[in-house]
């Protein structure tokens, strides 16, 4: 747990924190795409270990305001890229040993995470599975998982739909209602889980059940 939450933490700096409307997203994200002066074309990058070479360095970005405004003087905002997102989320979560396999949708404000687990404690793989998908995604996405196998194919449907689909907002959410009633949500408490006996406490509870 001590590694997922490290690595976790390491990748959580390199993200926005910053909360944005399923319109503005998408302007943004169209906006970013096509700016030269941005690195990484705007976006926030999660690297896997193997893919940068500069991975244990420090990272410092300095501009002149006038290199970060578009032609209308507004400044091009970066934005969060999801499809890298959910593929770090994805492999955060197996890095749980008993998790086989493990699937992400990221929306603008959803993370959907279903997976695969050989135990028989659901409500504590629950939490591990919670907390390492917790750990890399920014602080404003709620985060619903799954152990039902039913449900990759559910969280699947949505992959190339978008913040602008007609209606998305409500079919994401009768999707999150059947994963709040099927599945274990983990127990995780932002407000009591810095607490490190609170939380020893908690994972002895769920590991005796």
């Given at each position: 747990m001590k590694k997922s939450l490290l690595v976790g933490?390491?990748?959580t700096m390199m993200l926005a924190t910053g909360c944005?409307?399923?319109?503005?997203?998408?302007?943004?994200?169209?906006?970013?795409?096509?700016?030269?002066?941005?690195?990484?074309?705007?976006?926030?990058p999660i690297n896997q270990l193997n893919e940068s070479d500069d991975y244990n360095h420090f990272g410092y970005t300095r501009?002149?305001?006038?290199?970060v405004m578009d032609n209308d003087r507004q400044p091009v905002v970066p934005?969060?890229?999801?499809?890298?997102?959910?593929?770090?989320?994805?492999?955060?979560?197996?890095?749980?040993?008993?998790?086989?396999?493990?699937?992400?949708?990221?929306t603008d404000k959803y993370v959907l995470v279903a997976y695969d687990?050989?135990?028989?404690?659901?409500?504590?793989?629950?939490?591990?599975?919670?907390?390492?998908?917790?750990?890399?995604?920014?602080?404003?996405?709620?985060?619903y998982i799954s152990d039902n196998?039913?449900?990759f194919d559910e969280i699947e449907r949505f992959q190339h739909l978008t913040s602008a689909t007609s209606d998305i907002e409500e079919t994401l959410e009768q999707t999150?209602?059947?994963?709040?009633?099927?599945?274990?949500?983990?127990?995780?408490?932002?407000?009591?889980?810095?607490?490190?006996?609170?939380?020893?406490?908690?994972q002895r509870r769920l590991m005796d059940r």
């Amino acid at each position: 747990m001590k590694k997922s939450l490290l690595v976790g933490g390491l990748a959580t700096m390199m993200l926005a924190t910053g909360c944005q409307m399923p319109e503005q997203g998408q302007t943004l994200q169209r906006t970013a795409n096509h700016d030269s002066h941005q690195p990484n074309g705007g976006h926030y990058p999660i690297n896997q270990l193997n893919e940068s070479d500069d991975y244990n360095h420090f990272g410092y970005t300095r501009y002149e305001r006038d290199l970060v405004m578009d032609n209308d003087r507004q400044p091009v905002v970066p934005v969060i890229d999801r499809g890298r997102l959910s593929d770090a989320v994805t492999r955060m979560v197996l890095t749980n040993d008993v998790v086989n396999e493990a699937g992400a949708l990221v929306t603008d404000k959803y993370v959907l995470v279903a997976y695969d687990a050989q135990a028989d404690n659901r409500e504590y793989v629950a939490d591990q599975v919670k907390r390492s998908a917790l750990s890399i995604v920014p602080r404003y996405y709620e985060v619903y998982i799954s152990d039902n196998h039913d449900h990759f194919d559910e969280i699947e449907r949505f992959q190339h739909l978008t913040s602008a689909t007609s209606d998305i907002e409500e079919t994401l959410e009768q999707t999150i209602d059947e994963m709040k009633l099927q599945s274990p949500q983990g127990q995780y408490n932002e407000e009591t889980d810095d607490n490190i006996n609170i939380m020893q406490s908690k994972q002895r509870r769920l590991m005796d059940r």
